[in-house]
Protein backbone atom coordinates (compact mmCIF):
# COMPACT_ATOMS: atom_id res chain seq x y z
CA UNK A 1 0.00 0.00 0.00
CA UNK A 2 0.83 3.55 -0.89
CA UNK A 3 2.54 5.01 2.37
CA UNK A 4 1.75 8.35 3.81
CA UNK A 5 5.22 10.03 4.08
CA UNK A 6 6.97 12.14 6.81
CA UNK A 7 8.76 15.64 5.22
CA UNK A 8 10.84 17.40 8.07
CA UNK A 9 11.85 20.73 6.31
CA UNK A 10 15.30 22.30 6.21
CA UNK A 11 15.44 26.10 6.09
CA UNK A 12 18.86 26.66 4.25
CA UNK A 13 20.77 29.96 4.22
CA UNK A 14 24.37 30.54 2.72
CA UNK A 15 24.88 26.97 2.56
CA UNK A 16 23.77 26.47 6.46
CA UNK A 17 20.89 25.68 8.24
CA UNK A 18 19.36 28.62 10.02
CA UNK A 19 17.27 27.54 13.42
CA UNK A 20 18.50 26.56 15.98
CA UNK A 21 18.97 22.40 15.40
CA UNK A 22 18.91 20.43 18.52
CA UNK A 23 20.86 17.47 17.60
CA UNK A 24 22.94 16.02 19.77
CA UNK A 25 25.26 13.29 18.11
CA UNK A 26 25.78 15.64 15.42
CA UNK A 27 29.32 16.78 14.41
CA UNK A 28 27.78 19.83 13.37
CA UNK A 29 24.32 20.39 13.39
CA UNK A 30 24.58 23.72 10.90
CA UNK A 31 25.22 21.42 8.48
CA UNK A 32 22.47 20.49 6.16
CA UNK A 33 24.33 17.27 4.81
CA UNK A 34 24.49 15.81 8.31
CA UNK A 35 21.38 16.88 9.67
CA UNK A 36 19.44 15.22 6.33
CA UNK A 37 21.39 11.83 6.86
CA UNK A 38 20.40 12.00 10.42
CA UNK A 39 16.56 12.77 9.39
CA UNK A 40 17.21 9.71 6.64
CA UNK A 41 18.31 7.21 8.98
CA UNK A 42 15.50 7.90 11.32
CA UNK A 43 13.02 6.97 8.89
CA UNK A 44 12.22 10.75 6.94
CA UNK A 45 10.55 9.58 3.28
CA UNK A 46 11.56 12.61 2.07
CA UNK A 47 13.20 15.71 2.99
CA UNK A 48 12.26 19.32 2.09
CA UNK A 49 15.61 22.15 1.61
CA UNK A 50 13.25 25.81 1.58
CA UNK A 51 16.40 28.23 0.40
CA UNK A 52 15.76 31.56 2.15
CA UNK A 53 19.42 32.77 0.70
CA UNK A 54 18.80 36.15 -1.00
CA UNK A 55 21.99 36.28 -2.51
CA UNK A 56 23.41 35.34 -6.33
CA UNK A 57 26.38 33.97 -4.36
CA UNK A 58 24.59 32.46 -2.08
CA UNK A 59 22.38 30.65 -4.62
CA UNK A 60 25.37 29.15 -5.67
CA UNK A 61 26.05 27.43 -2.57
CA UNK A 62 22.86 26.29 -2.48
CA UNK A 63 23.53 24.44 -5.80
CA UNK A 64 27.10 23.25 -3.81
CA UNK A 65 24.56 21.81 -1.24
CA UNK A 66 22.25 20.13 -3.59
CA UNK A 67 25.15 17.76 -4.91
CA UNK A 68 26.97 17.19 -1.58
CA UNK A 69 23.12 16.30 0.03
CA UNK A 70 22.64 13.74 -3.47
CA UNK A 71 26.04 12.03 -2.78
CA UNK A 72 24.95 11.41 0.94
CA UNK A 73 21.10 10.86 1.01
CA UNK A 74 19.45 7.95 -0.28
CA UNK A 75 15.70 9.42 0.39
CA UNK A 76 14.48 11.93 -2.40
CA UNK A 77 14.13 15.81 -1.46
CA UNK A 78 12.79 18.92 -2.73
CA UNK A 79 14.63 22.17 -3.17
CA UNK A 80 12.38 25.35 -3.20
CA UNK A 81 13.10 28.99 -2.37
CA UNK A 82 13.47 32.04 -4.72
CA UNK A 83 13.84 29.72 -7.87
CA UNK A 84 13.17 32.02 -10.90
CA UNK A 85 14.36 30.46 -14.06
CA UNK A 86 13.90 27.60 -16.01
CA UNK A 87 18.09 27.60 -15.83
CA UNK A 88 17.60 27.30 -11.67
CA UNK A 89 15.31 24.65 -12.16
CA UNK A 90 17.87 22.64 -14.64
CA UNK A 91 20.54 23.48 -12.14
CA UNK A 92 19.04 22.24 -9.21
CA UNK A 93 17.78 18.94 -10.73
CA UNK A 94 21.01 18.90 -12.62
CA UNK A 95 23.37 18.86 -9.52
CA UNK A 96 20.25 15.88 -7.78
CA UNK A 97 17.55 17.49 -6.37
CA UNK A 98 14.64 15.00 -7.20
CA UNK A 99 11.96 17.73 -7.22
CA UNK A 100 11.92 21.43 -6.91
CA UNK A 101 9.15 23.66 -5.81
CA UNK A 102 8.32 27.25 -6.56
CA UNK A 103 5.51 29.68 -5.28
CA UNK A 104 5.53 33.31 -6.18
CA UNK A 105 7.00 33.19 -9.81
CA UNK A 106 4.15 30.84 -10.56
CA UNK A 107 1.81 33.13 -9.04
CA UNK A 108 3.26 35.72 -10.66
CA UNK A 109 3.67 33.39 -14.65
CA UNK A 110 1.77 30.45 -14.48
CA UNK A 111 2.75 29.15 -17.54
CA UNK A 112 5.74 28.49 -16.20
CA UNK A 113 4.21 25.47 -14.55
CA UNK A 114 3.43 24.39 -18.21
CA UNK A 115 6.86 24.68 -19.62
CA UNK A 116 7.98 23.08 -16.56
CA UNK A 117 6.22 20.35 -16.65
CA UNK A 118 6.86 19.85 -20.53
CA UNK A 119 10.50 20.19 -20.04
CA UNK A 120 11.58 18.08 -16.82
CA UNK A 121 8.14 16.28 -16.31
CA UNK A 122 5.37 16.58 -13.91
CA UNK A 123 7.12 14.54 -11.29
CA UNK A 124 9.42 17.30 -9.82
CA UNK A 125 7.16 20.22 -9.83
CA UNK A 126 6.00 21.13 -6.97
CA UNK A 127 3.58 24.15 -6.48
CA UNK A 128 4.10 25.58 -2.68
CA UNK A 129 1.07 27.53 -1.73
CA UNK A 130 1.05 29.65 1.31
CA UNK A 131 -2.47 30.53 2.19
CA UNK A 132 -4.64 32.37 5.57
CA UNK A 133 -8.00 33.49 5.86
CA UNK A 134 -9.10 36.83 5.39
CA UNK A 135 -12.85 37.02 6.25
CA UNK A 136 -13.31 33.60 6.13
CA UNK A 137 -11.68 32.71 2.56
CA UNK A 138 -8.35 31.58 1.74
CA UNK A 139 -6.40 33.94 -0.01
CA UNK A 140 -2.74 32.91 -1.59
CA UNK A 141 0.12 34.79 0.09
CA UNK A 142 3.09 35.61 -1.60
CA UNK A 143 6.87 36.40 0.19
CA UNK A 144 6.96 33.77 2.74
CA UNK A 145 3.48 34.51 3.55
CA UNK A 146 3.86 38.72 3.91
CA UNK A 147 2.20 40.08 0.88
CA UNK A 148 -1.99 39.10 0.38
CA UNK A 149 -3.05 38.31 -2.92
CA UNK A 150 -7.04 38.40 -4.14
CA UNK A 151 -6.26 34.75 -5.37
CA UNK A 152 -8.64 32.20 -3.99
CA UNK A 153 -6.38 29.33 -2.94
CA UNK A 154 -8.72 26.87 -4.36
CA UNK A 155 -8.98 28.06 -7.66
CA UNK A 156 -5.21 28.27 -7.70
CA UNK A 157 -4.20 24.75 -7.11
CA UNK A 158 -6.86 23.62 -9.04
CA UNK A 159 -5.22 26.02 -11.78
CA UNK A 160 -1.57 24.68 -10.90
CA UNK A 161 -2.67 21.02 -11.10
CA UNK A 162 -4.28 21.78 -14.75
CA UNK A 163 -1.07 23.50 -15.74
CA UNK A 164 0.86 20.52 -14.58
CA UNK A 165 2.04 20.99 -10.98
CA UNK A 166 2.63 17.32 -9.95
CA UNK A 167 2.30 18.01 -6.17
CA UNK A 168 0.89 20.66 -4.11
CA UNK A 169 2.37 21.69 -0.81
CA UNK A 170 -0.03 23.68 1.09
CA UNK A 171 1.73 26.00 4.13
CA UNK A 172 -1.56 27.76 6.12
CA UNK A 173 -0.01 31.14 7.27
CA UNK A 174 -3.02 30.79 10.33
CA UNK A 175 -1.46 27.33 11.39
CA UNK A 176 2.09 28.12 11.14
CA UNK A 177 3.68 28.32 14.49
CA UNK A 178 0.66 27.75 16.29
CA UNK A 179 1.57 23.41 16.86
CA UNK A 180 -2.18 23.58 17.09
CA UNK A 181 -2.51 20.94 14.18
CA UNK A 182 -2.81 21.31 10.52
CA UNK A 183 -5.31 23.30 8.69
CA UNK A 184 -7.28 19.91 7.40
CA UNK A 185 -10.39 21.50 6.99
CA UNK A 186 -8.58 23.69 3.72
CA UNK A 187 -6.55 20.52 3.11
CA UNK A 188 -9.64 18.02 2.94
CA UNK A 189 -10.79 20.23 0.43
CA UNK A 190 -8.00 20.36 -1.70
CA UNK A 191 -7.42 17.07 -1.79
CA UNK A 192 -10.41 15.84 -3.09
CA UNK A 193 -10.34 18.97 -5.73
CA UNK A 194 -6.87 17.55 -7.07
CA UNK A 195 -5.90 14.61 -8.26
CA UNK A 196 -2.21 14.97 -6.97
CA UNK A 197 -0.85 14.37 -4.13
CA UNK A 198 -1.11 17.03 -1.27
CA UNK A 199 1.26 17.93 1.73
CA UNK A 200 0.38 19.44 4.42
CA UNK A 201 2.88 22.02 6.59
CA UNK A 202 2.03 24.43 8.97
CA UNK A 203 0.53 24.11 12.74
CA UNK A 204 2.40 20.69 13.46
CA UNK A 205 2.89 20.58 17.58
CA UNK A 206 1.73 16.97 18.68
CA UNK A 207 1.90 13.18 16.92
CA UNK A 208 -2.18 13.21 17.14
CA UNK A 209 -1.59 16.20 14.38
CA UNK A 210 0.15 14.27 12.03
CA UNK A 211 -2.49 11.25 12.53
CA UNK A 212 -4.97 13.69 12.28
CA UNK A 213 -3.97 15.36 8.70
CA UNK A 214 -3.81 12.10 7.20
CA UNK A 215 -7.49 10.97 7.84
CA UNK A 216 -9.31 14.22 8.51
CA UNK A 217 -7.18 16.38 5.96
CA UNK A 218 -6.54 14.15 3.66
CA UNK A 219 -3.07 14.87 3.00
CA UNK A 220 -0.17 12.06 1.28
CA UNK A 221 2.09 13.48 3.06
CA UNK A 222 3.07 16.13 5.93
CA UNK A 223 5.55 18.98 6.74
CA UNK A 224 7.17 19.91 9.76
CA UNK A 225 10.35 21.66 10.69
CA UNK A 226 10.53 22.77 14.53
CA UNK A 227 9.12 19.50 16.19
CA UNK A 228 11.55 17.61 14.57
CA UNK A 229 14.89 19.86 14.66
CA UNK A 230 14.19 20.36 18.44
CA UNK A 231 13.33 16.36 19.34
CA UNK A 232 9.73 17.27 20.43
CA UNK A 233 8.88 14.69 18.14
CA UNK A 234 11.03 11.63 16.80
CA UNK A 235 10.54 10.19 13.81
CA UNK A 236 10.73 6.76 14.88
CA UNK A 237 7.89 7.32 17.62
CA UNK A 238 5.95 9.23 15.48
CA UNK A 239 5.81 6.20 12.91
CA UNK A 240 4.97 3.89 15.12
CA UNK A 241 2.03 5.86 16.58
CA UNK A 242 0.69 6.71 13.15
CA UNK A 243 1.09 2.49 12.60
CA UNK A 244 -0.74 1.80 15.49
CA UNK A 245 -3.57 4.45 14.21
CA UNK A 246 -4.07 2.31 11.42
CA UNK A 247 -2.79 4.74 9.34
CA UNK A 248 0.00 3.52 5.94
CA UNK A 249 3.12 4.04 7.22
CA UNK A 250 6.95 2.83 6.35
CA UNK A 251 8.84 1.87 8.80
CA UNK B 1 36.12 -4.58 -10.31
CA UNK B 2 33.18 -4.25 -13.04
CA UNK B 3 33.22 -1.41 -15.36
CA UNK B 4 29.42 -0.20 -14.55
CA UNK B 5 28.36 2.82 -17.30
CA UNK B 6 25.53 4.24 -16.76
CA UNK B 7 23.44 5.28 -20.08
CA UNK B 8 23.45 9.44 -20.14
CA UNK B 9 21.30 10.56 -22.75
CA UNK B 10 20.18 13.45 -21.04
CA UNK B 11 17.48 12.25 -18.73
CA UNK B 12 17.08 14.41 -15.56
CA UNK B 13 19.47 13.38 -12.36
CA UNK B 14 21.35 10.64 -13.59
CA UNK B 15 23.65 11.73 -10.66
CA UNK B 16 21.52 9.97 -7.97
CA UNK B 17 22.48 6.81 -9.83
CA UNK B 18 26.19 7.66 -9.86
CA UNK B 19 26.32 8.88 -6.03
CA UNK B 20 24.03 5.53 -5.57
CA UNK B 21 26.73 3.66 -6.87
CA UNK B 22 29.67 5.21 -5.14
CA UNK B 23 27.89 4.55 -1.94
CA UNK B 24 28.49 1.24 -2.50
CA UNK B 25 32.25 1.92 -3.29
CA UNK B 26 32.07 1.49 -7.41
CA UNK B 27 33.28 4.44 -9.29
CA UNK B 28 30.46 4.17 -12.89
CA UNK B 29 30.89 6.21 -15.73
CA UNK B 30 28.79 8.25 -17.06
CA UNK B 31 28.38 7.92 -20.79
CA UNK B 32 26.68 8.63 -24.30
CA UNK B 33 29.18 7.02 -26.50
CA UNK B 34 28.30 3.67 -28.06
CA UNK B 35 31.82 2.39 -27.93
CA UNK B 36 31.86 3.17 -24.20
CA UNK B 37 28.62 1.54 -23.25
CA UNK B 38 29.47 -1.78 -25.62
CA UNK B 39 32.54 -2.27 -23.59
CA UNK B 40 31.03 -2.03 -20.28
CA UNK B 41 30.78 -5.01 -18.01
CA UNK B 42 27.16 -3.73 -16.70
CA UNK B 43 24.81 -1.28 -17.71
CA UNK B 44 22.52 1.53 -16.31
CA UNK B 45 19.46 2.89 -17.99
CA UNK B 46 17.99 5.99 -16.28
CA UNK B 47 15.04 7.63 -17.31
CA UNK B 48 13.00 10.77 -15.97
CA UNK B 49 10.56 13.14 -17.85
CA UNK B 50 8.17 11.93 -21.29
CA UNK B 51 8.74 9.09 -23.01
CA UNK B 52 8.59 9.92 -26.66
CA UNK B 53 11.22 13.21 -26.27
CA UNK B 54 13.19 10.24 -24.48
CA UNK B 55 12.78 7.80 -27.25
CA UNK B 56 13.95 10.82 -29.62
CA UNK B 57 16.75 11.63 -27.30
CA UNK B 58 18.20 7.88 -27.43
CA UNK B 59 17.76 7.95 -30.81
CA UNK B 60 19.64 11.27 -31.71
CA UNK B 61 22.45 9.49 -29.79
CA UNK B 62 22.58 6.33 -31.73
CA UNK B 63 21.63 4.32 -28.67
CA UNK B 64 18.80 2.28 -29.93
CA UNK B 65 20.42 -0.93 -30.94
CA UNK B 66 23.06 -0.01 -28.48
CA UNK B 67 20.96 -1.24 -25.89
CA UNK B 68 18.70 -3.24 -27.67
CA UNK B 69 21.72 -5.67 -28.26
CA UNK B 70 23.06 -5.52 -25.06
CA UNK B 71 24.39 -8.67 -23.91
CA UNK B 72 25.40 -7.43 -20.12
CA UNK B 73 23.29 -7.41 -17.39
CA UNK B 74 21.21 -4.41 -17.81
CA UNK B 75 19.01 -2.12 -15.73
CA UNK B 76 16.54 0.38 -16.49
CA UNK B 77 14.95 2.75 -14.08
CA UNK B 78 11.77 4.13 -13.81
CA UNK B 79 11.03 5.52 -17.71
CA UNK B 80 14.06 3.61 -18.26
CA UNK B 81 11.98 0.61 -17.83
CA UNK B 82 9.18 1.47 -19.21
CA UNK B 83 11.07 2.66 -22.60
CA UNK B 84 12.45 -1.49 -22.48
CA UNK B 85 8.99 -2.33 -22.99
CA UNK B 86 7.05 -2.22 -27.06
CA UNK B 87 4.95 0.54 -26.54
CA UNK B 88 4.14 3.50 -24.15
CA UNK B 89 0.88 5.15 -23.98
CA UNK B 90 2.70 8.35 -23.02
CA UNK B 91 2.89 10.05 -26.04
CA UNK B 92 1.59 7.32 -28.58
CA UNK B 93 5.57 5.92 -28.44
CA UNK B 94 6.81 2.84 -29.46
CA UNK B 95 9.75 1.40 -26.81
CA UNK B 96 12.67 -0.65 -27.35
CA UNK B 97 10.32 -4.16 -27.65
CA UNK B 98 12.49 -5.92 -25.21
CA UNK B 99 9.57 -6.86 -22.98
CA UNK B 100 6.48 -7.35 -25.38
CA UNK B 101 4.27 -5.42 -22.95
CA UNK B 102 2.55 -1.80 -22.82
CA UNK B 103 2.74 1.00 -20.53
CA UNK B 104 -0.81 1.82 -19.62
CA UNK B 105 -1.91 5.78 -17.87
CA UNK B 106 -2.88 4.85 -14.22
CA UNK B 107 -6.56 6.32 -14.28
CA UNK B 108 -9.92 6.68 -12.55
CA UNK B 109 -10.50 8.65 -9.31
CA UNK B 110 -9.65 5.97 -7.46
CA UNK B 111 -6.02 6.73 -6.78
CA UNK B 112 -3.88 10.04 -7.45
CA UNK B 113 -1.84 10.10 -10.41
CA UNK B 114 1.47 10.26 -10.19
CA UNK B 115 1.84 7.59 -8.13
CA UNK B 116 4.44 9.40 -5.69
CA UNK B 117 5.76 8.28 -2.55
CA UNK B 118 7.16 4.67 -0.61
CA UNK B 119 4.59 1.05 -1.61
CA UNK B 120 5.40 -2.11 -0.24
CA UNK B 121 6.70 -4.55 -3.05
CA UNK B 122 5.65 -8.52 -3.16
CA UNK B 123 6.74 -11.66 -5.12
CA UNK B 124 10.05 -10.95 -5.03
CA UNK B 125 11.80 -13.08 -7.24
CA UNK B 126 16.16 -13.68 -7.54
CA UNK B 127 18.86 -12.77 -8.17
CA UNK B 128 17.97 -8.96 -8.19
CA UNK B 129 15.34 -9.19 -5.33
CA UNK B 130 17.78 -11.48 -3.49
CA UNK B 131 17.89 -10.66 0.18
CA UNK B 132 14.72 -8.31 0.71
CA UNK B 133 12.04 -8.61 2.38
CA UNK B 134 8.66 -9.40 0.57
CA UNK B 135 6.88 -6.18 1.42
CA UNK B 136 9.56 -3.74 1.78
CA UNK B 137 8.91 -0.39 0.97
CA UNK B 138 10.89 1.40 -2.03
CA UNK B 139 10.18 4.90 -3.61
CA UNK B 140 8.02 5.04 -7.23
CA UNK B 141 6.76 8.54 -8.70
CA UNK B 142 5.34 7.73 -12.08
CA UNK B 143 2.51 8.26 -14.01
CA UNK B 144 2.58 5.21 -16.35
CA UNK B 145 2.23 1.45 -15.30
CA UNK B 146 3.38 -1.85 -16.78
CA UNK B 147 0.62 -4.25 -15.83
CA UNK B 148 1.95 -7.54 -14.31
CA UNK B 149 2.96 -10.31 -16.58
CA UNK B 150 5.08 -13.31 -16.61
CA UNK B 151 8.11 -11.33 -16.74
CA UNK B 152 7.57 -9.44 -13.43
CA UNK B 153 9.54 -10.27 -10.70
CA UNK B 154 8.52 -7.78 -7.98
CA UNK B 155 4.36 -6.23 -7.72
CA UNK B 156 3.22 -3.63 -5.84
CA UNK B 157 -0.75 -2.02 -5.85
CA UNK B 158 -1.78 0.92 -6.59
CA UNK B 159 -4.55 -0.11 -6.48
CA UNK B 160 -4.60 -3.19 -9.15
CA UNK B 161 -1.34 -5.09 -8.80
CA UNK B 162 1.33 -4.11 -11.44
CA UNK B 163 4.96 -4.24 -12.31
CA UNK B 164 7.07 -2.80 -9.68
CA UNK B 165 10.28 -4.70 -11.35
CA UNK B 166 10.84 -7.09 -14.60
CA UNK B 167 13.24 -9.58 -15.58
CA UNK B 168 14.01 -11.20 -19.26
CA UNK B 169 17.28 -12.71 -19.82
CA UNK B 170 20.07 -10.39 -19.04
CA UNK B 171 17.62 -7.05 -18.96
CA UNK B 172 15.97 -5.87 -16.12
CA UNK B 173 14.20 -3.07 -14.91
CA UNK B 174 12.62 -1.44 -11.74
CA UNK B 175 10.05 1.01 -12.31
CA UNK B 176 10.66 2.65 -8.88
CA UNK B 177 14.11 4.33 -8.08
CA UNK B 178 16.41 2.07 -5.71
CA UNK B 179 18.82 5.14 -5.90
CA UNK B 180 16.52 6.84 -3.96
CA UNK B 181 14.84 3.56 -1.82
CA UNK B 182 17.71 3.70 1.36
CA UNK B 183 18.97 0.49 2.27
CA UNK B 184 16.27 -1.56 0.40
CA UNK B 185 16.92 0.13 -3.02
CA UNK B 186 20.76 -0.20 -1.88
CA UNK B 187 20.76 -3.60 -1.71
CA UNK B 188 19.08 -4.09 -4.73
CA UNK B 189 21.81 -1.94 -6.31
CA UNK B 190 24.34 -3.99 -5.16
CA UNK B 191 22.97 -7.29 -6.22
CA UNK B 192 22.38 -6.04 -9.33
CA UNK B 193 26.19 -4.64 -9.40
CA UNK B 194 27.43 -8.18 -8.59
CA UNK B 195 25.87 -10.14 -11.30
Not at chain 1, 60 to 85: C, H, M, Q, W
Not at chain 1, 150 to 169: M, S, T
Not at chain 1, 222 to 251: C, M, N, T, Y
Not at chain 2, 108 to 137: D, R
Request: hydrophobic content about 40%; some cysteine.
Amino acid sequence: MLTKRIVPCLDIKDGRTVKGVNFVNLRDAGDPVELAAAYSEQGADELVFLDITATGDGRKTTADLVERVAEKVNIPFTVGGGIKSVEDVYTLLHRGADKISINSWAVKEPKVLEELATQFGSQCVVLAVDAKQIDGKWKVHLVGGKVPTEIDLFDWVKEAENKGAGEILFTSMDHDGSKNGFANEALAKISDMVNIPVIASGGAGSMQDFADTFKEGKADAALAASVFHFKEIEIPKLKQELKDQGIAIRI
Amino acid sequence: MSKVVIIDYGAGNVKSVKFACERLGLNAELSNDPEVIKSADKLIFPGQGEASSSMRDLKANNLIDVIKEAKQPFLGICLGMQMMCNYMQEGNTDGLGIFPLSVDLFEGNEVKVPHMGWNQIEGLKTPLMEGLKENEHVYFVHSYFVPASEWTIAKANYPEAFSAALHKDNFYGCQFHPEKSGLAGQKILENFIKM
